[in-house]
């Protein structure tokens, strides 16, 4: 039976990974920090440790796995990774996992290394008109993300492909565009904003007001995730080794994404904009390269997307209340 490695098991797109490789029946290990919060693993075996420890790290990657999936990183929404108040520990705790990943994979001999990185690398000269921003892989360099997270996401993809240079490790790189849907953070500070809006729109009385970060005028694409796993599992198995963008290309505003979540909850809704950390002012993905290289591209409306993503946030506040 093949075997599959996932880091960052207990997380929002690592736990949906996690059941994706069960379904195709593997043996899956999970590995994270704390378990998953919204539902059991399917994980064969699931190991909670800290990935920044390089002992446990190689006590995890103890035999040659098929493929390892490394999705474990310090990671939030905006009101995590763009206020600066985090940086240091963004930085020093997701680069501390990669290297130490990288270590023990060589050390077991694992041929195959799946990394997630993020459309935050892209600079952000590149992202100031909403209408048209330019997010293609090719335009990373010269370097200039926005954020220190993003600056971190860039470093390990260097590591991850200095890897394959050296090492000889297959390595497989995604830069996910905000990714999104059900069992993810919903609340607490570290949510991102599809979750954020579901979760507004679903405490608010109807007639009410919801609160929204800047003017709403800022652009970005969605990706539900069963399309991301699609893609992340495509790009693993292809023989694509440079990154490649998995994201939508239905870009909307994030007054327009308030609007669908209204529209999905039946509720007619007064929008009031506040101050708050926003990004770039523009991104959507450019997913030329995937359709070429991976013959894949995501066929699913945000709007369905937001449906089951309401559906299940709406029904978290429930048994919060309960
Ligand atoms: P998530 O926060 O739900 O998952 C990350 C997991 O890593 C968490 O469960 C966390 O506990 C775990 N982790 C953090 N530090 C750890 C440590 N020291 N040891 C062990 N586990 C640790 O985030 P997600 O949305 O599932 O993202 C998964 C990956 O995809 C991350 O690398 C993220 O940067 C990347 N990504 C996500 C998005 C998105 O829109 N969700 C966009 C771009 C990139």
């Known amino acids: 039976m093949s075997s599959a490695l996932v880091l960052g098991a207990g997380g929002f797109i690592g736990g949906h990974l996690v059941s994706a490789l069960k379904k195709e029946g593997k043996w899956v290990r999970g590995v994270d920090i704390k378990k998953h919060e919204y539902k059991d693993s399917d ?6 440790g800290d990935l920044r420890d390089p002992q446990f790290t190689r006590s995890i990657i103890d035999q040659k796995f098929d493929e390892v999936y490394q999705l474990a990183a310090d990671m939030g929404g905006a009101g995590y ?6 940086d240091a520990d963004v930085m020093h705790n997701s680069a ?8 023990a994979a060589v050390r077991r001999c694992v041929t195959r290394v799946f990394y997630s990185s993020s459309a935050c690398i892209y600079p952000a000269h590149n992202q100031e008109n909403p209408d048209s921003p330019i997010c293609k892989e090719s335009s990373a360099y010269p370097a200039a993300p926005d ?6 996401k860039l470093f390990s993809e260097r590591l991850f492909m200095s890897y394959r240079r050296n090492y000889g490790i297959e390595t497989r790189i995604a830069r996910y565009h905000n990714i999104f849907g059900p069992n ?4 607490g500070g570290k949510e991102k904003a599809p979750a954020a809006i579901c979760r507004k729109v679903a405490l608010a009385p109807e007639g009410g007001e919801i609160e929204i970060w800047g003017d709403g005028k800022q652009t970005r694409s969605f ?10 599992l495509r790009l693993m198995r292809s023989d694509y080794h ?10 909307v505003s994030i007054n327009r994404l308030a609007e669908l979540a209204c529209e999905v909850a039946g509720k007619s809704l007064s929008v009031r904009h506040i101050d708050g950390p926003t990004g770039v002012r523009g991104r959507n993905s450019d997913n030329e390269l995937a359709r070429k290289v991976l013959n894949w591209e995501p066929s699913q409306s945000l709007k369905l997307g937001i449906e089951l993503t309401y559906n299940w946030i709406e029904l ?3 048994r919060n209340k309960a």
């Open 43 to 48: 994980a064969d075996d699931f190991v909670v």
């Open 81 to 86: 990774i763009f206020t600066g108040e985090n």
């Open 96 to 103: 501390t996992i990669n290297l130490n990943v990288l270590d």
């Open 147 to 152: 954020s220190e997270y993003g600056w971190e």
């Open 184 to 187: 993810g953070t919903w609340k």
């Open 223 to 232: 990706l539900y995730v069963d399309e991301c796993i699609e893609g992340t």
């Open 242 to 251: 440079l990154p490649v963008n998995i994201g939508s290309e239905e870009m």
């Open 316 to 318: 978290q506040t429930r």
